[in-house]
Every structure is written in structure tokens, then in C-alpha cells.
């Protein structure tokens, strides 16, 4: 590797944060914004996360930014980090957001507006693109997993609130009560989009085949995004005046 | 930066912030009139207290009569969830009651008839509070009823909800239910995701250097066996952690069920056997006056002789003072801004016997058609009015009735 001289090495090093920092933002911001703007109830209210559409959509949508951070990474840094680096600033955006809008700004409990992780299918997207050094394996095993472990990673979190109780004569989930007690105005509860269709009638527990089928279709998603991160970040190059000064070329 | 430019940004800026008073109205005049008068008319509404400690209950009651004409042009009533219309969660519900019917989930209502409600909200929040029943309706958003000022004391600290599951298992407050447990376990991924980062960024991030050695294709320096054994030791961390986080679960909770989201059934109240017709003959509003005057056709299909007590439109109501039965039925505690200073006149105003149909002339007049911002009916499409009537017999017997017509603007004093 040709070595830059040491006075330049430091300036090097503040680059990279810089660069580090501006990716990081760039794609913590508009990961959230996507979530939002595409899953976000699922991901907003413990009463919308239900054993059909949760498990299906929330990680099929989310593994874009996985990808595409993926592509920028590994194509112009051989770094296996691009999954875990944009779950990160999704958590950070995530958490601030709970923090400083729902909690202290609309006063919602935090055991209504709570998050979900990610970052288990990440941690495991970025362990197999390294482990493979494949993007159509990482694909295929990586973003399958990516989903199928979205429900059982959360499910620790999710089951003290399905436990089940009797409210006003009725059956119901603690989750059910903590979205019917905490008033939301602009939330009815018919919004909710919770096990509806037919995939109820496949077996007891319906989240088993809406992970697998989330997972089926992420290997897809994946590779999508894979492609688009790859063509988002082959921009047009100017000639680099400092070459020299970077070690690059004479 | 120019000291001058920057003393002027931040005196605008100042400015600008000075005038600023915090939002305490949540959108109910900001709803178009046809929303407001044709399509849930609440009335006989109660709340059971002006002032309660945080952990103290309050009690909203009253009826709900789903209009007739409703503006099925724009949508059509097929869903709806009873709610508590306040500025967040500063109230939670307790308990909704249609009828008899517990409301936690949604519903389906029924044109021109009518439903009791019941609302009780334990205060949470210290302050003072706009607090309303509220019908969700799907398509239309929420329809407001009536608001009250509730103060509420007390620490929202000592606020709790207790519950308790079926399986035996105490929730000493909902609000703060396992939040130990969602901390804890983001926390052990977030420890695992940082070390996987770290792993990388030991050094610094190196990403120049990095782009730099591919750019000379010399891909193999970036990588080493330390690399690849710390990346299959990540997958296997990663598949052993949800795989014993999913087992102990479900060994420590092993009875859970599924979000519950059907929908629930409610009768309306039956229909009284007594009824007085209205029909409109002409409606007219008059912009200087702030009135709006009607001509209806009423015919008395009650065996008694009825006078015309109210009119309430967009929870507005407009009592006839004459009448000492539909006086009676305004609460001491009922809120001023919504009852109407100048009241209903009505000509002519003696009893309508049983059997009869008389022509005759209403007026509701007051300010409150503009600071309600109802006389912007006149730019609706349709400019129609919706209102709901109550008529009284001798004994104070209430007939409800309802009406509904254009109404024609008119710009200069008649």
C-alpha cells in the first residue's frame, strides 16, 4: 500500500470522519424519512405490530438502505459494514425522533411508540458479504435472513405486550390496551392494518410464514437495491488535481 | 460573517419568537361547515367534573345522532371508532360506551338514528385541557363534539394504570410496562453493532486508504484470516442470540395471543314513535345580521302540542328562551362559547297541535356563526345547512327532529 507521508496522514484521517459523518447523516436521514413515509405506523405503534403485515413489510421495505450502503461500501472501500453502518442512523433517528417527538413533545408513552431492531439481520448481512465476498450469495442467504430473523430477534421485546388480558369484557393484548388507553386523535383504530387476508389460514401462527415469504422476497429487494447502490454511487469523476498529494498517481 | 447582518437575523429572529403563544385549539373550527352540521350532531352532553387530581376520573356522556343528509358526495359513513378528542394523551380512556357496547374496536353506525355514548378519561396530565367526545370516521377524519375546559392537578409522575393479565401477572402502570426489558435487549444489539463497527474502525476508518489500494487492485491486503474468523463468529453471535432470545420468551410467556382488530356490533336506540316532520321551504343567510333564517313546514305527528325549543348546528346551540322546558335543559357547567347569547326566535311561536302542519319562521342569530367559521358554508359546494331540532310539550317531553336545506346568502341588510 503506498503510504501517505505522515503530514498528510492526518489530514487523511480527518477526511475519512468527514466522509464517514457525511454518509453517515445522508443515510441516516433518509432511511428514516423511507421508513416513515412507507412502514412507519408498523414501526411507530406497538398496536400495529401484528404476526401478518409487521414481520412482511416493516423488513422487506427496510432492507434497502442495507443494500445500498452495502454497494457504496463494499465497492469503494472493500468494507463489509454498509448493513449495520445505515441500521445505526436508523436507530440513532429512530430513538431521537421517540425522544424528542413522541415523549417529549406529544407525551406518548414510551410503551406505545417503542422500536424495533434491526440490526440482528444486518449484523448478518454484513457477516455473510464478508464471509461470501458474493453479492448474489449475500443475496440469497444474507437478505433472506435479513427478514426471517426480523420477528423472533423483537420478539423479546413484543411478548410482555401480547400477553393476554380482559378489558371491558373483551379478549385483548396488553399491546391492544396501550393503544386504546393512551388517546391518539389522529390514529382510529380501524387504520390499523393488522391480520387481515387469508394467510391466517396457514397454521396456528401466521408471522412463521409471513417471515419466510418476507424473506423470500428480500432476496429480491436486496438485490434491487444492491444495484441501484452500486449505479447511485458510479459518479461522473472530475480529474483529481490532488493526486499527487494523495499518494494516487504522478 | 457581517456583525450587522448577523444583530438584524437575530432581532427578526427574536421578534419573530416574541409574538409566539403556544397552540392550545386542536382543529375544531378548522373543519368545513358541512362536516360540522351534517354529520354527527352530539347532544344532552355531561362532563361529570370541571376540576380532577391526575388518577381522577371524568365521565363524558350524552347522544349522537348521525345525520340523515349526510354529504355522501364526498364519502360514506362505513366505519367509525369512538374517541376522546384532547391534546394527546393528557386524558386516557378508561372506557367507551356505545350504548352497552364496549368501544375499544371500530364500528359501523347507521344513518338518521341515534346512539348513547359514554366516555370515562382518567386525567394524566397537569394542565388545562380542551376535552371532547369524538367520532373517527373513516374517509371524513374526526368529527368533534363538544369541548370543556377540565383542570387537571396533581404530579403526572404519580399517574399509573395498573392491569393485570389473565395468565396473573400484575402491570403496575401500562405507561412504564417492560420498558427495562426494550432497553436492555436494543442495548445488547446495539453492544454487538458497535463492536462490529469497531472491529473495522480500530485503526480509524481508513477509507481513503482503503479506496486508494483498490483503486491499485491490490484487494487482497484488505482483508485477513482475524477478518473472516471475527465475521463467522458475528453469524453465529447473531443466529445463537435470536434463537435463545425467541426460545426463553416463550418459555417465560408462554401464553400470548394475537393483536385483537375486529369489529364490534352497536344497536341504535329505537326509534320514538313520536315524531315531529320538518321539512325546508327556504333557508337564507344573512351576512350583516349573522343570522341565519329559516322556513320550515312542521307537521306534528305527536299527540300533544310541541313548541320548538333548539336548534343546534356544529354543537352551536340556539335555545328558544321563551321556553322554559328547553331552558331547563342546559347543565349549569355547560360551556359558555358554545351556547348562543341571542337564542332562537321562532314565529309563531304557540303550540303546533297534534295532527297539524304549520309554516313557520326561525331565526338563529349570533356572531358565532363567523367565529365559528360556519358561515363558510357559502363556498362549500353544496352551501347546505344541517341542524338538529328539539321540540317540547307541555310536560317538557322532547321530540328530536332534524333538518337540512340550501341556505342563500345574502349580502345586504333585508
Known amino acids: ?250 | 460573517m457581517n456583525p450587522r447582518l448577523l444583530v438584524s437575523s437575530v432581532s427578526i429572529l427574536a421578534l419573530l419568537l416574541a409574538g409566539a403563544t403556544p397552540a392550545i385549539a386542536h382543529g375544531e373550527r378548522n373543519q368545513e361547515p358541512f362536516l360540522r352540521m351534517r354529520t354527527a350532531h352530539w347532544y344532552d352532553v355531561t362532563w361529570s367534573a370541571d376540576q380532577v387530581k391526575v388518577n381522577d376520573e371524568i365521565e363524558i356522556r350524552g347522544r349522537l345522532h348521525i345525520f340523515s343528509d349526510w354529504p355522501k358526495h364526498l364519502f360514506e359513513l362505513k366505519t367509525v371508532y369512538l374517541n376522546l378528542g384532547a391534546n394527546g394523551p393528557v386524558f386516557v380512556k378508561s372506557a367507551t360506551y356505545l350504548g352497552d357496547t364496549p368501544m375499544m374496536q371500530s364500528t359501523h353506525l347507521e344513518y338518521g338514528k341515534e346512539y348513547e355514548f359514554r366516555i370515562v378519561a382518567k386525567a394524566r396530565t397537569p394542565g388545562r385541557h380542551h376535552v371532547h367526545p369524538m367520532l373517527n370516521v373513516g374517509g371524513a377524519g374526526p368529527l368533534l363534539g363538544p369541548g370543556k375546559w377540565i383542570e387537571v392537578t396533581g404530579n403526572a409522575a404519580d399517574f399509573v394504570f395498573p392491569l393485570k393479565t389473565l395468565d396473573g401477572i400484575t402491570i403496575p402502570n401500562l405507561e412504564t410496562w417492560q420498558l427495562g426489558n426494550v432497553f436492555r435487549v436494543h442495548a445488547y444489539w446495539l453492544v454487538l453493532a458497535f463492536a462490529w463497527l469497531g472491529w473495522w474502525f480500530r485503526g480509524g476508518p481508513s477509507l481513503l486508504s482503503r479506496f486508494r489500494v483498490l483503486e491499485t487492485g491490490r484487494e487482497e491486503t484488505l482483508f485477513n484470516n482475524a477478518d473472516r474468523i471475527a465475521a463467522a463468529a458475528l453469524v453465529v453471535l447473531a443466529l445463537f442470540s435470536v434463537a435463545y432470545g425467541m426460545i426463553s420468551t416463550n418459555s417465560k410467556y408462554p401464553r400470548t395471543s394475537a393483536l385483537q382488530g375486529g369489529r364490534v356490533r352497536v344497536f341504535p336506540l329505537p326509534d320514538s314513535p313520536d315524531q315531529v316532520i320538518v321539512r325546508h321551504q327556504k333557508g337564507v343567510y344573512q351576512v350583516p345580521g349573522r343570522s341565519l333564517q329559516l322556513t320550515l313546514k312542521v307537521t306534528n305527528r305527536t299527540p300533544r302540542p310541541v313548541r320548538l325549543g333548539e336548534f343546534t348546528a356544529a354543537n352551536l346551540r340556539f335555545v328558544n328562551r321563551a321556553l322554559p322546558a328547553a331552558v331547563a335543559g342546559i347543565p349549569a357547567n355547560y360551556p359558555e362559547d358554545l351556547l348562543t347569547r341571542t337564542g332562537l326566535v321562532v314565529t309563531p311561536d304557540d303550540p303546533i297541535a297534534p295532527g297539524e302542519t304549520r309554516e313557520i319562521k326561525v331565526e338563529a342569530a349570533d356572531a358565532a356563526w363567523e367565529t365559528e367559521r360556519l358561515a363558510s358554508l357559502m363556498g362549500n359546494p353544496d352551501s347546505s345547512y344541517g341542524a338538529v331540532l328539539f321540540f317540547f310539550d307541555s310536560q317538557g317531553k322532547r321530540t328530536v327532529s332534524e333538518v337540512s336545506g340550501p341556505a342563500i346568502p345574502v349580502f345586504t341588510t333585508l
Request: charged share 15%.
Open chain 1, 1 to 250: 500500500m503506498a503510504r501517505p507521508k505522515p503530514a498528510s496522514r492526518n489530514f487523511e484521517r480527518i477526511a475519512d470522519w468527514m466522509l464517514l459523518a457525511v454518509m453517515f447523516w445522508t443515510i441516516a436521514v433518509s432511511f428514516k424519512n423511507t421508513e416513515v413515509l412507507t412502514v412507519g405506523d408498523w414501526e411507530m405503534w406497538v398496536d400495529w405490530k401484528d404476526r401478518e403485515w409487521w414481520p412482511l413489510l416493516y423488513p422487506l421495505i427496510c432492507i434497502s438502505f442495507p443494500a445500498i450502503s452495502q454497494a457504496i461500501f463494499w465497492k469503494h472501500f472493500r468494507l463489509p459494514i454498509g448493513a449495520t453502518f445505515a441500521v445505526m442512523g436508523l436507530m440513532l433517528t429512530t430513538w431521537t425522533s421517540l425522544f424528542l417527538g413522541h415523549i417529549g413533545w406529544t407525551r406518548f408513552p414510551l410503551t406505545l411508540v417503542w422500536g424495533a431492531t434491526l440490526i440482528p439481520g444486518a449484523l448478518l448481512l454484513d457477516g455473510i458479504l464478508l464471509l461470501t465476498a458474493n453479492p448474489v450469495v449475500t443475496a440469497i442467504a444474507g437478505g433472506a435472513l435479513f427478514s426471517i430473523v426480523f420477528y423472533p430477534a423483537n420478539w423479546p421485546i413484543l411478548a410482555p405486550f401480547r400477553l393476554v388480558v380482559e378489558h371491558l369484557g373483551q379478549l385483548a393484548t396488553v399491546a391492544d390496551v396501550v393503544g386504546y388507553t393512551f388517546t391518539r386523535t389522529s390514529m382510529p383504530e380501524y387504520l390499523r392494518i393488522i391480520e387481515r387476508g387469508t394467510l391466517r389460514t396457514f397454521g396456528e401462527n401466521p408471522a412463521v410464514v409471513s417471515a419466510l415469504f418476507s424473506g423470500f422476497l428480500s432476496v429480491i429487494m436486496y438485490g434491487i437495491w444492491f444495484t441501484i447502490g452500486l449505479k447511485l454511487s458510479n459518479l461522473p469523476r472530475m480529474k483529481n488535481a490532488y493526486s499527487r498529494y494523495m499518494g494516487l498517481a504522478a
